[in-house]
């Protein structure tokens, strides 16, 4: 028998105030059509925890990898109800802020040990002030989503020639939250409220 998974946990209201219980580490590919953002590649890797929970839940003949109906099975309870959270997914162009309105090309997979989620969100979104904001994180605080380390965004497309980008703290977005910390990410510390990373994409080099 399958178990709640602990995404799906995501929807119980008693969580809202809660310290962090699982772990993400992000990646992005940005795809530009000249002055468009016309989607973002998301890549989730997950901690030893939730890593545990789906492969023990879904991966049925134990072998590390998911099949075709394996991947249904996780979109379906382990992700889809990620809809009402806007899939952590947010989107700031000229004053206005988009989120995913469908998703497109969800897998899942293992890699270095560590479950993965990649899937893609399409916008086409034109960016008249040459500058737009993506910043991905759970208002909830349930799950702390960081950039990964090392080379995280990849810009692609036309146009991607010229653009640069940075990750800064959105400082205008405090997220408080409550409880005794009983695991963290390593290096980190807990002060309960915290600020959600985002990404600052440039279309023209300055």
């Avoid at 382990?78 to 989107?91: G, I, K, M, R």
Wanted: aromatic share 14%.
């Amino acid at each position: 028998m399958k178990h709640l998974s602990p995404i799906v946990l995501l929807v119980v209201p008693a969580i809202v105030l809660a310290h962090p219980h699982m772990f993400i580490d992000t990646e992005m590919e940005v795809r530009l059509n000249g002055s468009v953002l016309s989607g973002v590649q998301i890549t989730w890797h997950f901690d030893p925890m939730f890593t545990a929970a789906i492969t023990g839940d879904f991966d049925s003949n134990g072998n590390g990898l998911f099949s075709t109906s394996e991947t249904s099975e996780v979109f379906n309870n382990a992700f889809s109800n990620l809809e009402t959270f806007d899939y952590f997914t947010f989107v700031s162009v000229d004053g206005q802020t988009y989120s995913p309105s469908r998703i497109e090309n969800f897998s899942v997979y293992m890699e270095d040990g560590a479950l993965v989620y990649q899937f893609y969100c399409p916008f086409n979104i034109h960016v008249e002030e040459g500058v737009f904001r993506i910043a991905i994180y759970d208002s909830t605080y349930y799950c702390d989503i960081l950039y990964k380390e090392g080379s995280p965004i990849t810009i692609s497309g036309s146009g991607s020639e010229s653009a640069r980008f940075e990750i800064e703290q959105n400082s205008n977005i405090a997220i408080s939250y409550g409880g005794t910390v009983s695991v963290s990410r390593e290096g980190s510390t807990y002060s309960g409220t915290a600020y959600p990373q985002q990404l600052v994409v440039y279309l023209q080099a300055l």
